[in-house]
């Protein structure tokens, strides 16, 4: 249960970076409630595609398929440690005036570190059911909250948050990967 909360924790950082810069346009009950459903329907789907996905990989690379996962997770925590501020307000201006099929490329680009995080399930031997739910569960709640105090966190908070979760997810991928090496289970 601590690997799966470990893999979890950093993600609501991340979301809440996005719904805090999502909040500062100062949206209006509706539009809150479809931004935390939208945020809730595609951060607890990409995990699923992620273990599909790394599930056929597996298949197709056989025993690098663990180390392939470690790494996406390292690679993911890196993107988040230096991505930068203007890139979440670009999304989130986006992500609060779009419509119809572009919502679902705006969808997928805010959940790309659950995609991630679906090749690592496996690898950590978290039941997979409970893992979806509380993602999805986390993305809302923290969607709620970031978009209600927006307007009042500075960037540097928001930016913080996501710098947090991304070195969270590298110390994980370094743990998974001695684990791996040395042969202790985590």
Same mark, same amino acid.
């Given at each position: /249960?601590?690997?799966?909360?470990?893999l979890?924790?950093?993600?609501?950082?991340?979301?809440?970076?996005?719904?805090?810069?999502?909040?500062?346009?100062?949206?209006?009950?509706? %539009?809150?409630?479809?931004?935390?459903?939208?945020? /809730?329907?595609?951060?607890?789907? /990409?995990?699923?595609?992620? #273990?599909?996905?790394?599930?056929?990989?597996?298949?197709?690379?056989?025993?690098?398929?663990?180390?392939?996962?470690?790494?996406?997770?390292? =690679?993911?925590?890196i993107? /988040?440690? =230096?991505?930068?501020?203007?890139e979440?307000e670009?999304?989130?201006?986006?992500?609060? &005036?779009?419509?119809?099929?572009?919502?679902?490329?705006?969808?997928?680009?805010?959940? #790309?570190? *659950?995609?991630?995080?679906?090749?690592?399930?496996?690898?950590? &031997?978290?039941?997979?059911?409970?893992?979806?739910a509380?993602?999805?569960? %986390?993305?809302?709640v923290?969607? %709620?909250?970031?978009?209600?105090?927006?307007?009042?966190?500075?960037?540097?908070?928001? *930016? @913080?948050? *996501? &710098?947090?979760? @991304?070195?969270?997810?590298?110390?994980?991928?370094?743990?998974?990967?001695?684990?791996?090496?040395? @042969?202790?289970?985590?």
């Open positions: /249960m601590l690997k799966l909360l470990v979890i924790l950093p993600l609501g950082l991340d979301t809440f970076a996005v719904a805090a810069a999502l909040g500062i346009a100062g949206l209006d009950r509706r %539009q809150r409630l479809r931004v935390s459903l939208l945020f /809730m329907a595609f951060e607890g789907g /990409m995990p699923l595609v992620g #273990l599909l996905a790394g599930a056929l990989i597996g298949g197709l690379i056989g025993s690098m398929a663990g180390l392939v996962a470690i790494g996406f997770l390292i =690679v993911l925590g993107v /988040m440690l =230096v991505s930068r501020a203007e979440h670009a999304r989130a201006a986006l992500l609060a &005036k779009t419509r119809g099929l572009p919502v679902i490329g705006l969808g997928l680009s805010i959940s #790309l570190d *659950e995609l991630a995080i679906g090749f690592t399930l496996g690898l950590v &031997k978290a039941p997979i059911g409970l893992a979806i509380l993602i999805a569960l %986390q993305a809302f923290v969607a %709620q909250v970031g978009l209600r105090v927006g307007s009042g966190v500075g960037d540097a908070v928001r *930016e @913080g948050a *996501e &710098k947090i979760a @991304g070195a969270v997810l590298i110390l994980l991928g370094l743990a998974l990967a001695l684990s791996s090496l040395v @042969g202790i289970p985590l």
